[in-house]
């Protein structure tokens, strides 16, 4: 009896510590993922215009804050963000409400997990739906080309309708849902004037 039970635990004991070891290598990969992408679109700007986007939710849930945890402090324009935890805050009625940074914001130093997208000969780092591209001892949110590949949506994703077609959009940059050698993938297609 103590031998079958034995024989019939040790596959169950090979399988759960293999499915561990193969998250633990999917997380600690994750900052060190590269992505190319080749794109044919070069000077092509596709800016989409606010009012053509229909956005499937009525609306979005904000998520406001009394307080931040270890918040530092980003000034661009006459425009103050504060960063907690990897997330973008304003401050405004007396809480921090989460929100996406504009291009031209600069950071001294990328979030943890990042992925690198390789676009032709140039290097984006994107974290959760915003790209940044280094210059000088900087990193500068900035908007991605139209035709850059990326392998999953961040996670506060809408689904739009534009002209009768869904795209997936965050950050006013619109994805399309397309396959890259047989992998599903999202195509930067469009981004919407603000």
């Known amino acids: 009896m103590k031998k079958s039970l ?4 040790l596959p169950i004991l090979l399988i759960a510590f293999t499915t561990q070891t193969h998250a633990q290598q999917r997380s600690s990969n994750r900052s060190t993922k590269t992505v190319t992408t080749t794109t044919t679109n070069k000077g092509r700007s596709n800016k989409i215009a606010k009012e053509k986007v229909v956005y499937k939710k009525s609306q979005k849930k904000v998520e406001a804050y009394r307080t931040l945890p270890n918040k530092t402090v980003v000034k661009n324009n006459n425009h103050e963000y504060y ?4 997330n973008y ?3 405004t009625g007396g809480r921090y409400v989460k929100t996406i940074p504009r291009p031209g914001v600069r950071i001294s130093t990328l979030p943890r997990g990042y992925v690198t997208v390789r676009v032709d000969n140039r290097s984006y780092f994107n974290f ?3 790209f940044y591209i280094h210059t000088g001892n900087v990193y ?3 908007e991605p080309e139209i035709g850059t590949i990326v392998y999953e949506l961040p996670s506060g994703y809408e689904r739009v309708e534009i002209d ?3 795209y997936y ?3 006013n940059v619109l994805y399309e849902k397309v396959q890259v050698d047989g992998t599903r993938a999202y195509e930067v297609v469009g981004i919407i004037e603000l």
């Open 128 to 130: 959760e739906g915003i």
């Open 169 to 171: 959009e965050y950050a």
């Open 89 to 91: 805050y304003t401050y």
């Open 140 to 142: 500068e949110v900035v």
């Open 164 to 166: 009768g077609m869904t």
């Open 83 to 86: 960063i907690s935890n990897n």
């Open 6 to 9: 034995k024989l019939s635990i």
